[in-house]
Nanobody, 120 residues
Framework: EVQLVESGGGLVQAGGSLRLSCAAS????????IGWFRQAPGKEREGVSC????????YYVDSVKGRFTISSDNAKNTVYLQMNSLKPEDTAVYYC?????????????WGQGTQVTVSS
């Protein structure tokens, strides 16, 4: 089982930035993609972004395109989500998850979640 540890959440004003980190116990084997998800109060969980740690391909939900950037540091087994121009509607608990591919329903292991709060 792959272990995931998240960090970087916090409180920020609208227009500000945060960088989330997702450290995995390993890449490779069944872990070739890391996705970020979020869940706001009263809403269902939604996929935000995903990166293939093998070929570097990235994916984003439309609402964060141009504002968020996902990247990986394979030497550290870590994936980052750089969040710029944050909006109050970005407020949610953010989770990272491991998968073999960036594909809905393919995620096997999940982090604990980290709170992101954006004030207006």
């Amino acid at each position: 089982e792959v272990q995931l540890v998240e960090s970087g959440g916090g409180l920020v004003q609208a227009g500000g930035s945060l960088r989330l980190s997702c450290a995995a116990s390993r890449f490779g084997f069944d872990v070739n993609a890391i996705g970020w998800f979020r869940q706001a109060p009263g809403k269902e969980r939604e996929g935000v972004s995903c990166i293939s740690t093998s070929d570097g391909n990235t994916y984003y939900v439309d609402s964060v395109k141009g504002r968020f950037t996902i990247s990986s540091d394979n030497a550290k087994n870590t994936v980052y989500l750089q969040m710029n121009s944050l909006k109050p509607e970005d407020t949610a608990v953010y989770y990272c998850a491991a998968a073999s591919l960036c594909w809905p329903g393919a995620y096997d292991n999940w982090g604990q979640g980290t709170q992101v709060t954006v004030s207006s």
